[in-house]
Nanobody
Framework: VQLQASGGGLVQAGGSLRLSCAVSGRPVNINVMGWYRQAPGKQRELVADITSSGSTDYANSVKGRFTISRDNAKNTVYLQMNSLKPDDTAVYYC?????????????WGQGTQVTVSS
């Protein structure tokens, strides 16, 4: 199972970006899909995640501004980020919990840089 993230970049405060993360490889059951971020000098933190049934969870700092969604047919998870703030600057990583028969694991994407200028 491999993850390919895209969509990061440089944007001014108040702007928007959309991140995508596509899952490829062997066919597995994709359970929770999520986005995490890590700013310089800080620990990696959960931004948002979404279950296979569509239930979502968000960090308090992004509620009302970010929206996570997934396309199960494309094995892709998205993060729509609006009203971006300089504090949102970080490397964003996608994460997928998957299972196949009795085996399960978690995979990380390579990270995509999001920089918000003031």
């Amino acid at each position: 199972v491999q993850l390919q993230a895209s969509g990061g970049g440089l944007v001014q405060a108040g702007g928007s970006l959309r991140l995508s993360c596509a899952v490829s490889g062997r066919p597995v059951n994709i359970n929770v899909m999520g986005w995490y971020r890590q700013a310089p000098g800080k620990q990696r933190e959960l931004v948002a995640d979404i279950t296979s049934s569509g239930s979502t969870d968000y960090a308090n700092s992004v509620k009302g501004r970010f929206t996570i969604s997934r396309d199960n047919a494309k094995n892709t998870v998205y993060l729509q980020m609006n009203s971006l703030k300089p504090d949102d600057t970080a490397v964003y990583y996608c994460n997928v919990d998957w299972s196949y028969d009795d085996y399960g694991s978690s995979e990380w994407g390579q990270g995509t840089q999001v920089t918000v200028s003031s």
